[in-house]
């Protein structure tokens, strides 16, 4: 979400972006009575090839680095999302489900928003590597339409800002990994996964993803006010990523450091059903609907 959806007051960000269709889809993550909240999945999204076996490292940071990669090379999976955002006293929270193709690079996720938001009942996106499509992301969207957006023109990369993080993303991110720590063993559905905590780096990660599958994080990185991003994974004996948690902070009140100003988004995503047939496909030129430039989503 953007400081003035956060605050109500205006904030300083990045270009004109927000008077045109981006605005749509921030405005489609405003939270319940005015709490605030910004918003990928799993690897694949990365441009770059990577030499990792298909094996968990016994290396705890070489093993989280990795695990983008190795779950990409899964050819699919279905995901699940939960973001809660956190602002003084207010919280709300965003869940959704959907599955992620790593081969065609396209995911799709329908996002249940929470009563009292900009907008009612769900969000349906659909993701590929540095543009996302929105339906039901503005009051002035015609109903069937889609609003489609480079993450660029986002301020966080849409790495929270339409209610969910990207399965591509939020795999992604682990590339940028500074510290890990195995926290143990856990057994989750018959399953035996290694658990590590640690921090990362956006920026990092988005140098090591490269491509447009980058923008994102780059773009995350220069929003967020805490750089050291504290994680944590679950990774199956293939070093494959079934769960991850991230926990992105951004000011409120613009410039502002005080920690009553500053708003905490943790996002959740969890794999399952690996190389299960996904659906997913972007929509049709005819379904995407031109905002114009002095058109506001209200």
Known sequence: MTDQQCTGRPARRPGPHLRSAAGAALLAAALAAGAAGCSGGAGGSSDQQSSAPDQLAADPLTAVRNAA???GRTGSARTATDLVTESAEKKASFNGTGGYDYVKRIGRLE????????????IVEVVLPGTVY????????????WVKLDVRQL????????????PASAA???RGAQKAEAVGTETVGGVALHHYRGTLDLAKAADATGGRGGDGLRMGSQTFTVKEVPYDAWLDD???LHKVVELFTFAGVAGSKEPKDQVKVTSTTSLS???KPVEAAEPSASDIYQMKPTESPK
């Open 69 to 71: 990669d190795i779950t």
């Open 111 to 122: 996002v249940q928003v929470p009563p009292g938001a900009a907008t009612t009942g769900k």
């Open 134 to 145: 929105l339906q039901n992301s503005g009051a002035k969207v015609p109903e069937g339409k």
């Open 155 to 166: 301020p966080d990369g849409n790495l929270v800002s339409s209610g969910a993080t990207d």
């Open 172 to 174: 992604g991110a682990l």
């Open 238 to 240: 293939q070093g494959r």
């Open 273 to 275: 059903d690996f190389g």
